[in-house]
């Protein structure tokens, strides 16, 4: 279906047509429409754009991930359909690796993101081959590349679940999330949570680490430790801004046509 940009919901739509061509294509599963239905919903809550606590958030994610020593990004298949080339340079900026976890896996669904990877400019993709066991993690995203995400000292996932944030936070890594739902389990347990939509943080974060590294030799200095609690409190109040302003909007227009 031709979308026209003239549609006031065309980027909305656009991004659902991507999951919908993802899961005909078969590397994104059906539940991946609901997912995305449900960070949707928390976008349309924060006014579909970067607040300035998701900004602060992209900016100490970038230091923290051109600080590391073995940076991994973690893909899953509405990744894969939402923002490959996005992933791809952002990895190439950071020199981090890349890699694919699944929790509904599927050797073919594995498969079919490596190449979605690879056409989008991606060298080498780790999770496909040898696998090494988070421990503690039942589920199929506790199968991890040896070279990849079970060395990272620095974890970028997202469109994650909780339970193996938690995992790579007991193991000792940093995890940074992008996860609109201020309120999930991931977002409550990563070091560094940006609640954004992936398709605006993940441009934003590769501007940053452009200009970061044009002005510096080495890694940028760390100059605090990110407060994520607070992050998150200030998100969940452009939330609450943004539903007050709505609202407002909604009571005067009824009140002129009253």
């Known amino acids: 279906?031709?979308?026209p940009r003239s549609h006031p919901r065309y980027l909305s739509l656009v991004q659902r047509q991507l999951?919908?061509?993802?899961?005909?294509?078969?590397?994104?599963?059906?539940?991946?429409?609901?997912?995305h239905g449900r960070g949707e919903a928390f976008d349309y809550l924060l006014g579909e754009r970067t607040?300035?606590?998701?900004?602060?958030?992209?900016?100490?994610?970038v230091v923290e991930?051109?600080?590391?020593q073995a940076p991994v990004i973690s893909v899953n298949g509405n990744v894969a359909a939402l923002c490959p080339k996005?992933?791809?340079?952002?990895?190439?900026?950071?020199?981090?690796?890349?890699?694919?976890?699944?929790?509904?896996?599927?050797?073919?669904?594995?498969?079919?993101?490596?190449?979605?990877l690879k056409q989008a400019g991606a060298g080498r993709v780790y999770g496909t081959g040898k696998k090494k066991?988070?421990?503690?993690?039942?589920?199929?995203?506790?199968?991890?590349?040896?070279?990849?995400i079970y060395k990272a000292d620095v974890v970028l996932v997202m469109l994650e679940d909780g339970d193996r944030t938690e995992a790579l936070r007991r193991m000792g890594k940093r995890v940074i999330a992008i996860d609109l739902n201020p309120f999930s389990r991931t977002a409550q347990s990563a070091d560094i949570t940006i609640v954004d939509n992936i398709t605006r943080a993940l441009p934003n974060m590769i501007d940053m680490a452009k200009r970061m590294r044009r002005r510096r030799s080495g890694p940028p200095t760390r100059t605090k430790i990110f407060d994520n609690e607070k992050g998150l409190r200030l998100s969940?109040?452009?939330?609450q801004k943004h539903l007050s302003r709505a609202g407002s909007l909604s009571l005067e227009e009824n009140s002129l046509g009253s």
């Open 1 to 3: 279906m031709k979308i």
């Open 19 to 35: 999951i919908e061509e993802g899961i005909a294509k078969g590397y994104v599963t059906p539940t991946g429409m609901i997912a």
């Open 51 to 61: 607040t300035e606590p998701a900004r602060r958030a992209e900016e100490a994610a």
């Open 65 to 68: 991930l051109l600080r590391a």
């Open 86 to 116: 996005e992933v791809v340079e952002l990895s190439k900026v950071i020199s981090a690796k890349l890699e694919i976890n699944l929790f509904y896996w599927s050797k073919e669904r594995e498969e079919k993101i490596s190449k979605i």
């Open 133 to 148: 066991k988070i421990p503690g993690l039942a589920s199929p995203r506790g199968f991890v590349d040896p070279e990849g």
């Open 236 to 239: 969940i109040k452009e939330i």
